[in-house]
């Protein structure tokens, strides 16, 4: 039998994709393939709170409302474009 999963909405504020977009430009003038690397594994981290979003720790900051904002960190690949997660399983 299986389990349902519950998925959540994700919001992601026009800031947020901005700064992200300006990340990703900014790699693609040093290193195209490096900079499509990163896009893909941050929409990836992003859209994997659809199933998980507690998983991460909420901001505590005194401008930010309280257990409303959660700080996730994309962890950086390899020259090959995996995770510490995926190389440790490899």
Do not use: F
């Given at each position: 039998m299986?389990?349902?999963?519950?998925?959540y909405k994700i919001i992601?504020?026009?800031?947020?994709?901005?700064?992200?977009g300006?990340?990703?430009r900014f790699l693609a003038k040093a290193d195209i393939e490096a900079s499509k690397r990163l896009k893909s594994r941050m929409m990836a981290a992003i859209h994997s709170l659809e199933t998980?979003?507690?998983r991460y720790p909420f901001l505590e900051e005194d401008y930010i409302?309280?257990?409303k904002y959660t700080k996730e960190h994309v962890k950086k690949a390899d020259d090959r474009g995996r995770s510490s997660l995926q190389q440790?399983?490899?």
């Open positions: 299986r389990q349902r999963i519950d998925k992601v504020s026009e800031r947020t994709y901005s700064m992200l300006n990340h990703v998980m979003p507690h409302p309280p257990n440790s399983l490899t």
